[in-house]
């Protein structure tokens, strides 16, 4: 296996010592497009914060390729957004430019075109100037991918990209999905509808706190395996005892 | 003509306090109001009001170990108000508490030490000084202080607007392409906080956050945008000063709560009246667009 973009060593992520992620060890390679599937609360969301360093493992750690950096691109769930915040769908797109305006930067001229270009790629042509409140929430996951893809990163973090979508705007953002595959970016995506992993995402890493499996869907997507996915689950104790296991 | 001259120029003409408290609302307006709107935009308005009462005992120990010293109690003030928005963010972080309910406990210590202290080592002119402010008397340490504050604001607004606006409306997204994040937030709270010390100066305790967050929600039923909202802001913040003092000078009543009335009446006809008011909406109702 060739150098993996993320790598999960011993990996125990959680709140207030409650391990919501329970000694997971696994390798994304580079250029992978893999779902990260489970029931809720198996620890997915969680999982993509450890990536992104905001939150610190109880225990083992995260590797990210070097050559990566910290550049990573972040689709985050709708809720963690207040849209009620009067900024327009240009100005909040325009923020995916990020790592080359900071925080002083203008956003004219190129920059100004390729903000227009990255919303007329995702079907928001003439939507710059509304608030995005006036969205509906379609048309602000497009302008979430509007921005990722303006941050043109090599890792893709996706939790729950398709919620609250048509059948049509997951189609299309799909589309897009496929087209960083083939750029060889790595992309991580955090899904709930399993006839579309089969469908379109070649690998899978199947949660229930602890690693299920990890590799090729087709391999990880068992019957027996979505079972002990949902038994681990259930098996949450708010009681539990101090975790002996070692590495 | 010449009745409107005496009513509104004249007493500011005529009377050096009265310019001098111009010039002091015209700088606490510039500072103050654009913090108010980003308050307000971060679902934080009852947080100035909050934070209003925990300067309190960091004044009072100034005033104890100065007397009436500007330097003194606002530098006490400062102290007592960065140590609670420190310390309830940080328990806001590291227990159960949300910082709303941490910040309440903090700030209500804060208040009580600061009565206790002005009651037992104070007169009851001095607890009105520090409640009710004094904007007919400031003098020309505490305008450079309220001069100071604005510019110090202003500045360090412009630099932090782009994090700040993000820090807003998508937070995960600032922290995943910037440690910019600790800097916005902290940075933002000790600016709430030196404003509320200026703004103790001109019009009191319980009076200050009223110049920060009536002009910022007077501006959402004027404004669509940021910048817009800012502008109003600023533009509410001093109209209702200037309105205030001439109430204050011809009425004989108390400057600062006129100040605060006035912005209030500013509030509710902008409620009402706004091009994005109650009444303007209501208008709009019996008319749709094609698309």
């Not at chain 1, 296996?1 to 011993?10: I, K, L, Q, T």
């Not at chain 1, 609250?164 to 997951?170: E, F, L, P």
């Not at chain 2, 309910?101 to 804060?110: D, E, N, R, T, V």
């Not at chain 2, 520090?130 to 008397?137: I, M």
Request: hydrophobic fraction near 55%; charge should be neutral.
């Amino acid at each position: 296996m060739s150098r993996p973009a993320v790598e999960f060593v011993n990996l125990t992520l959680g709140y207030e010592r409650h391990p919501a992620v329970h000694h997971v060890n696994a390798r994304v390679r580079r250029g992978a497009l893999i779902a990260m599937v489970g029931p809720n609360g198996a620890g997915k969301s969680t999982l993509l914060k450890g990536i992104l360093g905001e939150l610190r493992p109880l225990e083992g750690y995260i590797r990210l390729d070097a050559d990566l950096g910290r550049d990573i691109a972040y689709l985050p769930q709708q809720a963690d957004i207040d849209r009620g915040f009067p900024v327009t769908v240009f100005d909040l797109v325009a923020m995916g430019l990020w790592r080359e305006i900071g925080a002083f930067g203008g956003v004219r001229g190129a920059a100004g075109r390729r903000v227009l270009e990255a919303l007329s790629a995702v079907g928001l042509a003439g939507f710059a100037r509304r608030d995005i409140g006036a969205l509906s929430g379609g048309q602000f996951q497009r302008l979430l991918f509007a921005r990722l893809l303006l941050q043109d990163a090599p890792l893709i973090l996706l939790d729950e990209p398709f919620n609250s979508v048509d059948a049509r705007t997951a189609r299309d953002l799909m589309a897009l999905i496929e087209r960083w595959h083939r750029e060889e970016r790595t992309i991580i995506a955090v899904l709930h509808d399993l006839e579309q992993v089969r469908s379109h995402f070649p690998e899978t890493l199947l949660m229930s706190r602890e690693l299920i499996g990890c590799g090729p869907t087709g391999e990880v997507l068992t019957a027996e395996n979505l079972l002990r996915a949902r038994r681990l689950n259930e098996a949450f104790d708010e009681d539990a005892a101090v975790c002996r296991r070692r590495a | 003509m010449h009745d409107l001259h005496q009513m509104i120029f004249a007493p500011f003409l005529e009377f050096s306090f009265m310019r001098r408290a111009l010039a002091g609302c015209l700088a606490l307006s510039l500072g103050a109001a654009p913090v108010g709107v980003f308050l307000t935009l971060r679902r934080m308005s009852l947080m100035g009001d909050a934070m209003a009462h925990a300067i309190l005992p960091g004044t009072a120990l100034g005033f104890l170990a100065s007397g009436l010293s500007l330097g003194a109690m606002t530098f006490g003030g400062a102290l007592a108000g960065l140590a609670v928005a420190l310390a309830s963010g940080f328990v806001a972080r590291g227990t159960l508490l949300r910082e709303d309910a941490s910040l309440a406990g903090f700030y209500l210590i804060s208040l009580a030490l600061g009565v206790l202290i002005v009651s037992t080592h104070g007169s009851n002119v001095d607890l009105l000084h520090v409640l009710f402010g004094t904007v007919l008397a400031l003098d020309d340490a505490a305008l450079l202080l309220l001069a100071g504050i604005a510019s110090i604001t202003l500045v360090a607004l412009a630099m932090l607007y782009r994090p700040l606006v993000l820090e807003c409306v998508d937070p995960g997204f600032l922290r995943s392409v910037s440690r910019l994040s600790p800097l916005a937030h902290h940075g933002f709270l000790a600016l709430v906080v030196i404003n509320l010390v200026g703004g103790f100066q001109a019009l009191g305790t319980l009076m200050a956050v009223g110049i920060m967050i009536l002009p910022a929600i007077t501006a959402r039923f004027w404004a669509r945008d940021v910048a817009g909202l800012l502008a109003a802001a600023v533009i509410t913040g001093v109209a209702s000063g200037v309105a205030g003092l001439l109430f204050s000078y011809h009425a004989s009543v108390p400057s600062g709560p006129a100040i605060i009335l006035s912005a209030g009446l500013v509030f509710i006809a902008s409620l009402l009246f706004g091009p994005r008011g109650i009444v303007t909406a209501w208008l709009r109702k019996r008319t749709h667009l094609e698309a």
